[in-house]
């Protein structure tokens, strides 16, 4: 009885804090002022520019507007709403609503109410394929998680997750991927429809140049073929040949033979 007892007046607490919060929030704005642009006084986890990524746990549950949780929506392996309390739910990049100090892809506790009905309809980018190429290493969150793609063992074109600036907090910059490319941010989906919508993948400089990839002696890669027609099942491809008897490719595959495919729609 007295473990009931603590339990429901935790929760009456839990519920007071999120009506003192939510009552700051609208006196605030009934005011003419906007999110707060400093944590508030003992407040646990003020999102990846204060606490880092992930401050609110299922072991360490976080309260209204506290961030950043590892929500259903960031795809992957993740906490669901458990790092949450009580009936809390985890958003996703909603926490500037709550503070300026948050950084954009923070994901804060919210109300159950604040996640959308559905979901948007799958983003499809013409000519980026359904399923990832055989032999890539890293494929996203939902392959290979979050941060395939580090210092330690870079990625080629087109590969994620890596974990860059646009991340904010602490992150590798461009050291997760290889040579002259860069870390983009919530780019993946050009590359690919089987990423995650909030993968980073390494691409080419806007406005620069990637030199094409060579073997050990200095043999480049030959010139693209065309596109072949769109065939019966949907895929045109394209062939590129190596000058020498081995070339390697941005992902660390070595052969004499680059085959690229697309999908594609036949016209009838």
Known sequence: EVTLELSQLQRKQDTVMKVFLLLLSVAALSCGQGPPSEPPAGQRCSGRNFNGRRCCTPENPCDFGEGDCDGPLDGGVNDGHAGCKGELVCGSNNCKKFGLYFHEKDDCCDEPSSLPAQRPPPVIVPGAPLEPPAGQRCRGRNFDGKRCCTPEQPCGEGEGDCDGAGDGGVNDGDRGCRGSLVCGSNNCKKFGFYYHEKDDCCERPTGGFVSQPSNDKGSDWGPWSKWSDCSNVGIKT???????????????????VNTQERYCFKKK
Do not use: A
């Open 238 to 256: 394209r062939t590129q040949k190596c000058n020498g008897k081995e070339c390697t490719l941005n992902n660390g595959r070595v052969g004499s």
